[in-house]
């Protein structure tokens, strides 16, 4: 990388030009990072401030309901977290649906990448049909299946079950949380066979060649040459589609809103009635605090897993 | 930092020294044709399988209210535009008007912000670059839901609840650290020779950035404001506690459609059916950009 | 040297400000759409969608005709999100609404705090209104130092709706007041899973404002409190658990199906269809019930009051209604949306345009005197205003309590309070916990809440 710094003068470096050079490269590092000023203030100020004054508010008790009794108290809004079984129970739903819903679109999405990175007529169309899900708009996709698919008695699932003699289910209250996933995997599904069908087809052909020319079965190819290869694909898959998962509000606020009782309440979704229903400030903040903390442990370790991949792509 | 070329030069003459061996390969499996023909048959079947939810919405949405809520289902049923026309002349139309000025707003400040920032960190990169990327992706994981209260404090202490203004400025907010990582992704694999060239030129940041870099990535552009616009579309949760009657989207319209008492399946499909029109289509022509857009880069 | 890096610093800085200012100007430009055109006005009404209210939607254009300078936009949600932005906005000072609805649980607690505008200076000022035509209890509950902040849309007690035919078929009589006793046994004779028949409709959908209410109704008849005179939590007392386990075994045993997640919509959907023998809700279902567009059950059913256990009475109190947020920068135009909605002459307009049983009920005694309503109404409107006169704490309630309200508790918390609890109680409908595991989490729930007025202290 050049830069526009001239031919070093061949003179002695008096106090004077070591200050001079000193400012230029404050003047360079600063015009290098004049760029990014604009999009990182814009982040910080729509980002960081928020979850500034949600720290602020975790200290407080404050009740929108109750104007008069704001006060601070330090960490008892915390310490009422601990025993709240509802929260425990919540961010159990969250893990649960995070990993259920990542863990079976990410099989599923590796099946119908591996079918789909072979030539056969119409491969276009598959693909085209098979990533639609993925581009619905979530909220229409979510009461597609609380409605037209899980209805109780006009639903086409109840009806598809009834053709084998299956007893009607009552889906979105009997199996909450089943439900909500299905909704999610079928969402999800075609994003994991996107990002792993572009894995298998940047495979290098004549290794895989190289492998069954030297008597491989598929199974084994598969094993020893295509798994490993696809393992920057998968990880990248999991932690993007953790990321986008988590934070899962929509389908849940239109399935089941959380229920029955709170039986399928994830913690977005439980904090948000702590704050827009219970009006409890302080409490759905500390919520939200824990809910970050836990959050940067965890996207700690998977972002490093993230930059590790990138860079070893990178410097490939 | 110039990255790109080597591999691919050296992936292609290894390709070209085996294209004997390929011949071999191909011809080997004597189980062949039928496996395949087998394989491309459940391979569609599964595919219309993902794809039969949608395609019950669609005909739904073509459906009489009393229809669409049938036991059993009804598949045979003479189509209506009926659903179709209600919306067209309901009040649906400011809430998509909405979200085409929240998605067009905000794709277009997504973009002023994050070019010059994505070039600050690839092509003259400042000193702590990696640090500045893991900041921005780490907001994206920061629970949108514990900063919604503030954020809704402070709208409303500045009159700022149910303006259009106010979800724009957050759909930048989130959908900025994507754009840049793509855009970084992008200017990362303009060949360095031509940016040495053009620095030699004297040609200023602007004029390199505008006459050199700009047409270069201007795919990679294109494909960051489709990722933009998606999310952006499609979002939910600051609409739905942010607006109210002016501000409203089309994803509010759809909660809107479901609230009446009676029968509202039809209707409720054809709002679907719409609203979900734009980022269908833009998806379906756009394929490998979104998959990159997804990926924030990561896979190109 | 310095002098280029100066000059490249200013340009960045250029293309920065070129990068703000286009950023503004689209904001500004976007900016324009949302205020209002020139010499109109536009106020925003947040409605809760019920039928009642839909109707006055579809009737805005008469409202257009007496007021072409008043531009009005609705925002319609189901019951619990309407109450939750409504809340959230009032509370907030958030401003987005000119009118909102909200009920008498709300009204005395938000005119306290000054949330919302004094109406007495407006309904003087409107000839016709006839504000003393209001039903006098439901006036009282809208009131804040004597004076109204809300004008009732329509309101309500609770009651039982039962097929008369099925019973004279089967052989039962139902009694003007039945006891809880006598409706599990109505239910089991009726009940016929096998035809999609159940015995009882009864809410179970979480929500206070849903299955919470009438669930308080039958704690309150079986003696049971939910905090004693020294604000004791009493959720898991002898009563209170007894009177949640008939109801929620009732409901498990002879209930519609999806009974957790059935609200006043769902159930009123289910006894319409034919699908249920008996229906125990609030009395404002008579506008869809009797409704011959919406119902198939017209004129072969029956009213019961409340069911009652240890009380004379049951049943409770509640009204939709209209009042504005003292945050509206509208406010005369507000009044004249809500005079529209409440005026005598709305009534008419209900009835020439949609149908007399559309009206809506409870809120004017001279409702019931309007001649095509006195034809229609004839079984209802006495079981109707009865339950209304007896909604007191004194009539339907064995001990003395701290707090007001029937099927609420008039405190600021009790929104959420009893959203968590009829969670709780969902989830035991649901078969998902025992109703004891249920109400003794629902303990500690009103414990903290307790604590804030005093007990344990």
């Known amino acids: 990388m050049t830069t526009t710094t001239p031919a070093r003068p061949p003179k002695t470096q008096s106090a004077e030009e070591l200050r001079a050079r000193k400012a230029a490269a404050r003047a360079e590092g600063w015009r290098r990072r004049a760029p990014l000023l604009p999009a ?121 079950i009834g053709l084998v003699g299956i007893p009607p289910v009552d889906w979105t209250s009997q199996y909450p949380l089943f439900s909500i996933v299905v909704a999610l995997v079928w969402q999800w599904t075609p994003f994991m066979m996107l990002l792993l069908l572009a894995g298998l087809q940047s495979q290098q052909r004549d290794v895989l060649e190289a492998a069954s020319m030297d008597g491989a079965s598929t199974w084994d190819t598969f094993r020893f040459v295509t798994v490993p290869h696809l393992r920057f694909y998968i990880e990248l898959s999991v932690l993007l589609g953790v990321i986008y998962v988590v934070n899962t509000f929509d389908h849940i606020y239109l399935m089941t809103a959380g229920g029955p009782g709170t039986a399928s309440a994830n913690l977005p979704f439980y904090i948000y009635q702590r704050a827009f229903l219970g009006f409890d400030i302080g409490q759905s903040a500390a919520m939200g605090v824990l809910t970050v903390i836990a959050t940067i442990i965890i996207s700690l370790l998977a972002l490093r897993l993230i930059f590790r991949g990138l860079n070893a792509k990178e410097q490939s | 930092m110039n990255v790109a070329a080597p591999p691919e030069t050296a992936s292609a003459t290894v390709h070209t020294a085996q294209a004997p061996r390929v011949k071999k390969v191909t011809t080997r499996p004597p189980k062949g044709p039928r496996r395949s023909s087998l394989l491309t048959t459940f391979t569609w079947v599964v595919a219309l399988l993902f794809f039969a939810p949608v395609a019950w919405m669609v005909l739904t949405s073509f459906k009489q209210e009393s229809a669409a809520a049938s036991s059993p289902p009804s598949f045979f049923f003479e189509p209506t535009f009926d659903q179709y026309r209600n919306i067209l002349s309901s009040d649906a139309g400011p809430y998509f008007l909405n979200s085409v000025i929240a998605t067009a707003g905000s794709t277009l400040l997504v973009l002023l912000l994050a070019v010059p920032a994505a070039y600050a960190l690839s092509i003259r990169p400042i000193k702590r670059t990696q640090d500045a990327l893991f900041f921005f992706i780490s907001t994206k994981m920061l629970p949108i839901v514990a900063v919604i209260m503030p954020i809704y404090v402070i709208a409303g202490q500045i ?67 489709l990722i933009c616009v998606i999310f952006a579309w499609n979002e939910f949760f600051f609409a739905l506690n942010l607006t109210a009657a002016n501000a409203a989207t089309a994803p509010i319209y759809l909660m809107s459609t479901m609230t009446s008492e009676g029968l509202f399946l039809a209707q409720l499909s054809a709002a679907s059916v719409l609203a979900s029109l734009p980022v269908v289509l833009a998806g379906w022509f756009a394929q490998k950009q979104l998959v990159r857009g997804l990926s924030m880069g990561a896979v190109k | 040297m310095t002098g280029i890096s100066h000059r490249m610093s200013r340009r960045s800085l250029l293309t920065t400000g070129f990068g703000a200012a286009a950023g503004a100007a689209a904001l500004s430009l976007t900016g324009c759409g949302t205020t209002g055109r020139g010499g109109r006005e536009q106020i925003v009404v947040a409605i809760v969608s019920n039928p009642q209210m839909q109707d006055a ?24 999100e309407a109450r939750a932005k409504i ?30 505008a004094d109406l007495e200076p407006y309904i003087g000022e409107t000839s016709g209104y006839d504000d003393d035509d209001f039903i006098p209890t439901i006036r009282e509950a809208l009131s804040y130092d004597g004076r109204q902040h809300a004008v009732p849309f329509y309101g309500e007690s609770s009651f039982l709706v039962y097929r008369e035919d099925l019973f004279i078929e089967a052989g039962l009589e139902m009694p003007q007041q039945p006891s809880w006793d006598q409706i599990r046994e109505f239910a089991a004779e009726l009940h016929n ?86 229906w125990y809700d609030a009395s404002a279902m008579v506008s869809g019930i009797e409704d011959p567009r919406s119902s198939t059950v017209v004129g072969s059913t029956n009213y019961a009051l409340a069911p009652v256990m240890e009380t004379d009475y049951s049943g409770w109190l509640y009204a939709w209604s209209l009042a504005i947020p003292e945050t509206s920068q509208h406010k005369q135009a507000a009044w004249d949306f809500i005079t529209w909605m409440t005026h005598p002459d709305y009534f008419q307009l209900v009835g020439n345009e949609i149908s007399w049983e559309a009206l809506p009920p409870g809120s004017r005694q001279s409702t019931y005197d309007i001649p095509e309503y006195a034809d229609i109404s004839g079984h209802y409107a006495e079981p109707t205003l009865t339950s209304m006169e007896n909604a007191t704490q004194q009539n339907s309630m064995v001990h003395e309590v701290p707090y007001d309200g029937l099927q609420f508790v008039a405190i600021p918390e009790f929104q959420d309070l009893g959203t968590r609890v009829g969670q709780q109680l969902s989830a035991a409908i649901a078969g998902q916990q025992t109703v004891e595991e249920a109400l003794d989490q629902s303990q500690r729930f009103a414990e903290s809440v307790a604590r804030t007025y005093g007990w344990g202290n």
Do not use: K
């Open chain 3, 193 to 278: 899973p096998a035809q999609g028949f159940s015995g009882i409709a009864l809410r179970g959908l979480a929500g206070w404002g849903e299955n919470l209410a009438p669930i308080n109704t039958v704690i309150n008849t079986f003696g049971g409190q939910w905090f004693n005179t020294d604000w004791e939590p009493m959720l898991n007392s002898t009563e209170v658990v007894e009177a949640v386990s008939t109801y929620v075994d009732t409901l498990r045993t002879w209930g519609q199906p999806g009974a957790a997640t059935s609200g006043y919509g769902e159930c009123m959907t289910h006894f319409n269809q034919g699908n249920a023998a008996m």
């Open chain 3, 87 to 116: 809340t959230a906005s009032v509370a907030s000072g958030g401003g987005e609404f000119d009118v909102v609805m909200i009920s008498n649980y709300e009204t005395p607690i938000w005119a306290e705090r000054g949330w919302l």
């Open chain 2, 159 to 225: 009159r700022m609840l149910d303006n259009i203004l106010t979800l724009i400025i957050l759909y930048t907010a989130m959908n900025l650290p994507i754009a840049i990582w793509m855009m970084r992704s992008f200017f990362l694999e303009v060949p360095g020779e031509v940016l040495e060239a053009a620095s030699i030129d004297g040609a200023s940041l602007v004029g390199t950035m505008r006459r050199v870099l700009i047409p270069m990535v201007a795919p990679g552009i294109a494909a960051t404001a």
């Open chain 3, 57 to 80: 939607m579809s009737l805005i254009s008469d409202f257009h005709r007496q007021h072409p300078n008043i531009d009005v936009r609705f925002v319609s949600l189901p019951e619990n």
């Open chain 1, 40 to 160: 990182l203030i814009f982040v910080i100020v729509c980002t960081q401030i928020p979850f500034l004054l949600t720290i602020w508010y975790s200290l407080r008790s404050r009740n929108l309901l109750r104007p008069e009794g704001e006060q601070f108290v330090g960490l008892s809004n915390f310490a009422d977290i601990f025993v709240d079984s509802t929260f425990r129970s919540a961010a159990l739903n969250s893990v649960l649906i995070t990993f259920g819903c990542v863990f079976a679109a990410l099989i599923l999405g590796l099946g119908l990448a591996l079918l789909l990175d072979r030539p056969f007529a119409g491969r276009g169309v598959v693909r085209t049909l098979l990533i639609t899900p993925f581009l619905i708009m979530p909220v229409a996709g979510a009461m597609l299946w609380s409605i037209s698919m899980f209805n109780p008695s006009y639903g086409l699932v109840n009806w598809m």
